[in-house]
């Protein structure tokens, strides 16, 4: 099982992301929210892996996930850096482990793996994927992470550090069996509730699995203030809050409160 002893032991700390969504926006708009995000202080940007909006305009602007990576490793300087997540089905498992390892000396160590099984099918479609089942889609994603655990560590030169593996998505029956065998992060969707019993059923996995529980971070997707819902997130066990925003225009305005209310946290 891959090493988790460089995450774990800042997992008590509270880290805030953004989510860029690259719909509907030009590219300098994108990366213009990214440096200006870096430059406040949050703690991760976000993209996603999509070839087209998920709201608005269907056939509306839209970028590629991986090639905005590199760029914005460039134009950042001390983020981290992911998708929200990747599409497993998108590409094969060897390449993808050496575009992340890629991205990863880029951003100087910057980089955290996000993926997932897929779902949108209109990407499959107009692509050229096979979309298939949500159960094979979950089945090829549980034969992809070894391969790209492989990869990683046969990769010359290697990754600068261990790529942190944040794994979406809050299926009870396999997602969260794999987050308990590879991720360092879980992310899911919810309100507090939810996301308590998607933590518990996590922990029930990684006892099966073998494996530490403290070892995963828990993150959440967040909208509107923080003083309304963050401390109860919190008190569950979430310690990545994300916030996220759709193009063209991207609202930064909501970051200082979140920015803020993570520093009282963690002084």
């Not at 498992?93 to 099984?117: C, F, K, N, Q």
């Not at 298939?132 to 010359?156: M, Q, S, Y």
Request: aromatic residues 8%.
């Amino acid at each position: 099982m891959t090493s988790h002893a460089q995450l774990s032991a800042a997992s008590d700390r509270v880290r805030v992301g953004l989510q860029i969504q690259p719909q509907h926006a030009e590219w300098a708009q994108i990366r213009d929210a990214a440096t200006e995000a870096d430059e406040m202080g949050v703690d991760i940007v976000f993209t996603w892996d999509h070839f087209y909006p998920l709201s608005g305009e269907p056939e509306g602007k839209h970028f590629e996930c991986w090639t905005m990576l590199a760029a914005l490793a460039q134009a950042t300087t001390r983020c981290e850096l992911s998708a929200l997540v990747t599409c497993n089905s998108y590409r094969n498992p060897e390449l993808l482990a050496d575009m992340a390892r890629t991205v990863d000396h880029i951003s100087d160590g910057r980089l955290i793996l996000g993926i997932g099984s897929g779902w949108f099918e209109k990407d499959y479609a107009e692509y050229g994927y096979e979309f298939g089942t949500a159960g094979g889609r979950l089945n090829d994603l549980a034969e992809a992470l070894p391969r790209i655990e492989r990869r990683l560590g046969k990769l010359n030169p290697a990754p600068t550090r261990h790529i942190p593996i944040l794994i979406g998505g809050g299926g009870e029956k396999k997602t969260l069996r794999l987050v308990a065998r590879h991720a360092d992060i879980w992310h899911g969707f919810g309100d507090v509730e939810r996301v308590t019993h998607k933590h518990r059923v996590l922990d029930e996995w990684c006892a099966r699995e073998e494996r530490d529980p403290a070892a995963i971070t828990r993150s959440v997707t967040v909208t509107g203030d923080p003083g309304a819902i963050a401390q109860q997130y919190y008190d569950v066990g979430t310690r990545l809050f994300v916030v996220d925003q759709s193009g063209p225009d991207y609202d930064l305005s909501v970051l200082p409160a979140w920015l803020g209310w993570r520093d009282s946290i963690n002084a």
